[in-house]
């Protein structure tokens, strides 16, 4: 009898256990011990030798490196909602699959906006640096003042489902008012928030901006140096959806002139890089891209980029396909 042998799909990282071992049970896998993200080269000689490749955020799919020749992979699971490291478009023309894993990391990324705004507002980040400098001299009414979350306006900019999950916890969590921005008018949230007339209005009007668009050749650097300079001096600005939404450099030179108040960060313009004004600005919390950094997320994620790839593989339509 004839031996099937089963595809075979590279791991670009190390993932969960769960994840791991459930796609061992599928395909002949290689996986990544060393946790190093793979160059171009590296990219290459996985496309070229594996039928799927379970990839992430920082795997740069350029079209030069999807372009090589001779090509093995026809498909991309991304680990991830956003797709912006992978040239789609070249995707489609060298006909390889892309998919990705929406809805499962919805309340993890939505938990950590709330987190970084309550970080940023009451100066979290500051505090606990000074308090293990071993400076602290005691409390005293005025010291290390911040500022109240509750019952402040709050401005979304990209009004998907992750940025409705930040609505309902603000309103009902701290009695916040929303307002949100995106090119279309949202899905229905029973009125939970108003849609504000043009970014630069929300921006002007918002005690707090949190960040949940896609990363796209429209939303780049959406916040520029003058739409950040319209905000309120009190102001913070939050996010958690890609870096190059932002003006890394106009962010840091708007917090270090005291432009706005602060600014939560979760995600980066050059990760794993940093702007290096943004990390001697005092008044910012920085973290290393946790949004969907639980295990019980992770797991989900994986398990749809598993999945998305085992019926990309058998001739199926993948629950997940992005292009």
């Not at 920082?58 to 991304?78: G, I, M, S, W, Y």
């Not at 060298?94 to 309340?107: M, R, S």
């Not at 005025?142 to 998907?160: N, P, S």
């Not at 899905?187 to 918002?206: F, H, I, K, N, P």
Request: net charge neutral.
């Amino acid at each position: 009898m004839a031996v099937v042998s089963r595809p075979r799909v590279a791991l670009t990282q190390r993932y969960t256990p769960a994840t791991e071992a459930r796609a061992r049970e599928l395909f002949e896998v290689t996986d990544n011990p060393g946790d190093t993200p793979y160059d171009a080269d590296g990219l290459r000689m996985l496309l070229a030798t594996h039928d799927g490749v379970l990839c992430t955020v920082t795997d740069r799919l350029t079209r030069e490196v999807l372009a090589v020749t001779p090509r093995r992979a026809r498909v991309l699971a991304n680990c991830g909602v956003g797709v912006n490291h992978i040239d789609r478009e070249a995707a489609r023309e060298f006909g390889l699959i892309v998919t990705n894993t929406p809805d499962v990391l919805t309340d993890d990324t939505a938990d950590l906006a709330i987190a970084l705004m309550l970080m940023t507002m009451r100066r979290l980040g500051e505090a606990e640096r000074l308090l293990r400098s071993g400076t602290w001299t005691g409390l005293r009414p005025t010291f290390h003042l911040g500022q109240r979350l509750t019952g402040k306006r709050l401005g979304i900019i990209g009004y998907g489902r992750i940025g409705r999950a930040v609505a309902q916890r603000a309103h009902h969590g701290f009695g916040m008012s929303v307002q949100y921005w995106s090119p279309r008018a949202g899905a229905d949230d029973g009125g939970l928030a108003e849609r504000a007339t043009s970014v630069e209005a929300l921006l002007g009007s918002s005690d707090v901006v949190s960040l949940h668009c896609p990363a796209t050749p429209d939303t780049r650097h959406l916040l520029h140096a003058d739409r950040i300079a319209r905000m309120v001096p009190w102001g913070v600005l939050i996010n958690t959806a890609r870096g190059d939404v932002v003006d890394e450099g106009a962010l840091a030179e708007a917090l270090h002139a005291g432009v706005i108040a602060g600014a939560g960060l979760d995600v980066y313009e050059r990760e794993p890089a940093l702007h290096p004004r943004l990390v001697t600005a005092p008044n910012t919390v920085l973290l290393p891209h946790l949004g969907s950094a639980t295990t019980e997320t992770r797991d989900a994620m994986g398990l749809k980029a598993v999945e998305n790839l085992r019926a990309a593989l058998s001739g199926e339509a993948p629950p997940d396909r992005v292009a």
